[in-house]
């Protein structure tokens, strides 16, 4: 699997900056293009980017048509991520190792950067050859992404601390924070392909079943860091500033919801008859159940 | 005119509502939907939506199939306000008579409601029922929208303050902030009537008239009002922080420029044949020209 995975990275990282390409000399626009790219092409595991990939090649495409999908995902990944470290929001100071987009470039060019991101996702989505399937896929981005996506649960996640926290609250909050982006690149595979419904539906199983069971797993790697940084993990009373399934649920529970989610994400690669398991293998690593 | 343009105003203002209606009791994400109704359903002139849709009746279709390219146009003109209403940006309160969306609901969640708006600016525009028309106004206006257009323009704009603004800045800055979504509007109105690529032409140079000549109006009043501020006015020595076409060129010149940039927009017009008028009266009206 790793080196495959491995192939789609390289081939992403390449088509990013083919996308993006650096400013020219005395360009005026040349700090918002600098800082979009300081962010996009920072590295990370472009987990959305080889789902995106992998469902094309799933589906019976060419793995390398769905280039354009796969770079679009990434940037409106990239773009939530650098309004997230925002002071506004997280007001975070680094990022993947290095100083967020705001430290080096400022508040308000970071926003820009962002808002730059967002529309060059489209931009693009949207350069893929075959209309119909880039404005099918560009559509399942815009909705996977917005209101009843993406940015839905970055407000509920926004209101959470004032509020009640209970599994419907933080399912919903997850679905939107995690789960939709991962929905939109197995989906965009699947358009990149031709698939018909059974696929997208599998897809959205799969997509779902790995975004919740590595968001639960995040969140009990969190619970117990937290704890070791305090020196001792004492279940339900580890000092957490925000709920979440372990603080919910317990630690077991938890690991149990993580294992039910994945397999739910390997079941639904059934109706594939092409699998060669290199997404039941890849649900596995996510979940930190890689052999 | 007046009656045409109120009638496409009224027929956008049901539309938006239509595209983005009020949450539901309980709904978790209730809040960032709001924030973005409350800045989206503010009113306005609705200029980009207006000439969607008259060129798009210019062109030979009917002026409403252009609705959800008027939509989207306006959602990305409302986000640009959001986002440039921050306090990392212009800082401004109030917006349209009313606190801006950021002092009605905070900082994080303005943020997130332009976001969301940019987002659902795509998803309604993809919702054109042709998908070979809907990729390539969803393209325009990315491309209109993004780094190289209006987002290119706030680059420049936040980095005047520190440069020597002469007038290829100044064009440049508002070719991005001004023309960029007016020449998106006016092409996504061609593209829902399947106009070609002569008319998207005389389509952008009528809108680069429109927008420039706006635009240098726009810092006439702004000038002339500071200076009435004052009690006097003294031509270049005006009082003004920021350099733009009157204080680079003076008065005179600058109200000839206008002049003559609305000239190219009405002049634009001359190779359609069905053009009854209408917009030749708008770009009038927007450059105060108006009888």
Sequence with gaps: MNERAQAYREAVELALEEALPAPKEGELTATVVE????????????????????FCKLCGGHWREALPFACGIEMVHCYS???DDLPCMDDDDMRRGRPACHRVYGEAMALLAGDGLLTKAFETVLGFPEPEKAAAAAKALAELGGHRGMVGGQC?????DGR????????????????????????MGCIAAGAGEAQMAAAFRYAQGVGMAFQIRDDILDVLGDAEKLGKYTGM?????????????????AQDLVE?????????????????GFLTEFALSLTGRES
């Design 156 to 160: 509920i996640d926004l209101e959470a």
């Design 35 to 54: 800082a979009m790219r300081y962010s996009l092409l920072a590295g990370g595991k472009r987990v959305r980017a080889v789902l995106a990939l992998a």
């Design 237 to 253: 009373d580890a000092a957490h500033e925000k709920r979440n399934y372990v603080t919910l649920l317990g630690a077991e529970a």
């Design 81 to 83: 991520l650098i309004h």
């Design 164 to 187: 009640e926290v209970g599994m419907d609250l933080l399912r919903e909050m997850d679905a939107g924070k995690t789960v939709a982006l991962i929905a939109a690149a197995c989906r």
């Design 260 to 276: 039910s989610y994945t397999r739910q994400a390997v079941e639904a690669l059934g109706i594939f008859p092409e699998d060669n």
